[in-house]
């Protein structure tokens, strides 16, 4: 099991940058595929990243790529997602998530991660 806590996220104009970081438990945070997700209020759950076990693969959603950046720390045991550019529809919560140790593809979908963090909210003003 591992816990998932995010950090970093806050109300930022348009045009601007942040960066959240979810940082995890344990001593086995490489053996996990890692995403990002956002959830705007009233809308479902969207993938937004995801990086592979050691980070040398990584995919983004088309509403982000080339604004946005995953990356990974693993003796740090954190993952991090910067954000440029940030548009107001860019405002969710997001959400960090981990795959089972047993799967170390990079996957898009919210019923193939088992670890959720709580969530940060990240508000873009016009």
């Known amino acids: 099991q591992v816990l998932l806590v995010e950090s970093g996220g806050g109300l930022v104009q348009a045009g601007g940058s942040l960066r959240l970081s979810c940082a995890a438990s344990g001593r086995t945070f490489g053996t996990y595929a890692m995403g990002w997700f956002r959830q705007a209020p009233g809308k479902v759950r969207e993938f937004v990243t995801a990086?592979?076990?050691?980070?040398?693969?990584?995919f983004y959603a088309d509403s982000v790529k080339g604004r946005f950046t995953i990356s990974r720390d693993n003796a740090k045991n954190t993952v991090y997602l910067q954000m440029n550019s940030l548009k107001p529809e860019d405002t969710a919560v997001y959400y960090c998530?981990?795959?089972?140790?047993?799967?170390?593809?990079?996957?898009?979908?919210?019923?193939?991660?088992?670890?959720w963090g709580q969530g940060t909210q990240v508000t873009v003003s016009s």
């Open positions: 998530a981990a795959r089972s140790p047993t799967l170390g593809a990079i996957a898009t979908r919210t019923n193939e991660y088992v670890y």
């Open positions: 990086i592979s076990r050691s980070g040398s693969s990584t």
